[in-house]
């Protein structure tokens, strides 16, 4: 079992910068590649971004590429993302997010879960 926590949303305003963390517990996160997706309200979970255990693979959707960075420290246990001129269609709950597989930008590629943080973005 992994454990997730994240901790780092917030109210904000356009434009405004914030930085979501998720640290993990339980099972030795270094083997996992680690996600971080979102739900607005009234709408599917979607993907965000994702880093391989070491890093050397990272993704993003369309729509945060070139403004939100992820990125992981391994020896904290602790996956990051960086997230810079926020809009407020960023507004959502952030999960972050745990997989074993070779494939990850989907959310049934992943099998642990955090409960979630909400970052609100005013116009």
């Known amino acids: 079992q992994v454990q997730l926590v994240e901790s780092g949303g917030g109210l904000v305003q356009t434009g405004d910068s914030l930085r979501l963390s998720c640290a993990a517990s339980g099972r030795i996160f270094n083997n996992y590649a680690g996600g971080w997706f979102r739900q607005a309200p009234g709408k599917e979970r979607e993907f965000a971004a994702a880093?391989?255990?070491?890093?050397?693979?990272?993704y993003y959707a369309d729509s945060v590429k070139g403004r939100f960075t992820i990125s992981r420290d391994n020896a904290k246990n602790t996956v990051y993302l960086q997230m810079n001129s926020l809009k407020p269609e960023d507004t959502a709950v952030y999960y972050c997010?745990?997989?074993?597989?070779?494939?990850?930008?989907?959310?049934?590629?992943?099998?642990?879960w955090g409960q979630g943080t909400q970052v609100t973005v005013s116009s």
């Open positions: 997010a745990a997989s074993d597989r070779s494939y990850f930008t989907n959310a049934y590629q992943y099998d642990y």
């Open positions: 880093i391989s255990w070491n890093g050397g693979r990272i």
